[in-house]
């Protein structure tokens, strides 16, 4: 299976419907992102959002959002919502998407990449841990607004 990465530029209709399709194999609390959610996360700065897709048919495979951010101790990234449809998995296409983000990550200056993974999402730790990310002994807090 072939696959392509780009960054989603523009709001379009298989837009829609890939994260229509993925969103519930992502999450099953929250919703499919709105119109007006995903043309404000494409619009954004902050995020750059990745889309991976069939090298033949074009079909949105996956996605994922780079967040790149200055803070006062230098750039920061983060990688958030990663997402493989499940009919994909196994075929390399979680790779190119993080691939793809941490060479963006690096073009934008980021010495640091980091993410959070359920523990368990195994064949997604494993991925990571191939990648070359390691886990750091660290408290991650949540508060709820």
Sequence with gaps: MGVTVTEATEYTDD?????????PQLSSSNP??????????????????????DGDSG?????????????????RAWIEDVVVDE???????????????????RTAGART?????????????????RLGFTQRQTNIYRYEL
């Design 32 to 53: 499919p992102p709105t119109d007006d959610q995903l043309r404000a996360i494409i619009a954004s700065p902050a995020s750059i959002l990745l889309v991976a897709r």
């Design 113 to 129: 990449v980091d993410l959070t993974s359920r523990p368990s999402r195994e064949a997604a730790n494993r991925l990571y841990q």
């Design 87 to 105: 009919a994909a998995r196994g075929h390399g296409v979680g790779e190119a998407l993080n691939r793809a983000a941490l060479d963006l990550a």
């Design 59 to 75: 079909r949105i495979l996956g996605s994922l959002t780079l967040v790149v951010f200055p803070i006062p101790t230098g750039i």
């Design 15 to 23: 837009l829609r419907e890939g994260f229509d399709r993925l969103t």
